[in-house]
């Protein structure tokens, strides 16, 4: 098993410019987050899936799209990238249901925009 | 909503000897997860070690163990022996058992443990 891989491992984009951050995750969990990570604020919730076909935001959504079109993939787009979105960015997968099914991490995208 | 406090920005500690990190959280729910995760500067999140509230028996994962006091509503990692290895930031992090809110961890800012030879 890959886990959960995330591509490209670092972008610089400029402002304006829009981009898709990739996310997949072949074990076949139903649950899938987007996370940012900014220095002194830990890590924060951007949107979530719970399925396929079924995204609900997060804390930070704004200027943020994401969709779900099969289980496995989980892409998040940047509409109109701003240096405010600069940032690591993380996305995370987890079995469904309660219980303590563990949160598993991708390596993180590392964004600047200019 | 729920929060996760973590006081400590930065910590040392002495190879070979033992550290503590705080953690406090607040939480209306009596049924919930609590876990450390661990990043290196390599950036990947690694679970260190979970605790479910509903048991009394603080977590121990080898070097790594918890002290949990549900009503204190407080989670401290303590590291004991500390490796080189073991410098990274640590991340405490809480999500409820079920329900609404169990999609998604809810973070502290995290504490920056240099470990000195």
């Known amino acids: 098993n890959a886990g959960v891989t995330q591509t490209p491992k670092f972008q610089v984009l400029k402002t304006g410019q829009s981009m898709t951050l990739q996310c997949a995750q072949d074990?076949?969990?139903?649950?899938m987050s987007w996370y940012r990570q900014d220095p002194g604020m830990g890590l924060r919730l951007i949107h979530y899936?719970?399925?396929?076909?079924?995204?609900d935001q997060g804390e930070v959504p704004n200027g943020y799209n994401v969709s779900r079109s099969t289980t496995e993939d989980f892409p998040l787009r940047l509409l109109s990238a701003a240096p405010s979105q600069t940032s690591v960015y993380f996305c995370?997968?987890?079995?469904?249901?309660?219980?303590?099914?563990?949160?598993?991490f991708g390596p993180g995208t590392r964004l600047t925009v200019l | 909503a729920q929060t996760v406090t973590q006081s400590q920005p930065e910590m040392s500690v002495q190879e070979a000897e033992t550290v503590t990190l705080s953690c406090t959280y607040d939480?209306?729910?009596?049924?919930?997860?609590l876990f450390w995760y661990k990043q290196p500067p390599s950036r990947q999140m690694i679970l260190v070690i979970r605790?479910?509230?509903?048991?009394?028996q603080n977590a121990t994962e080898n070097r790594f163990s918890v002290n949990f006091q549900k009503a204190a509503k407080s989670f401290s990692l303590k590291i004991s022996d500390s490796q080189l290895g073991d410098a990274a930031m640590y991340f405490c992090?809480?999500?409820?058992?079920?329900?609404?809110?169990?999609?998604?961890?809810?973070f502290g800012k995290g504490t920056k443990l240099s470990v000195i030879p």
């Open positions: 939480t209306s729910e009596s049924d919930y997860y």
């Open positions: 995370a997968s987890r079995p469904s249901g309660g219980g303590g099914g563990e949160q598993f």
């Open positions: 605790q479910e509230a509903y048991k009394q």
């Open positions: 899936s719970v399925g396929a076909g079924i995204t």
């Open positions: 074990m076949n969990h139903e649950y």
């Open positions: 992090a809480y999500r409820p058992y079920s329900g609404a809110g169990s999609y998604q961890l809810t």
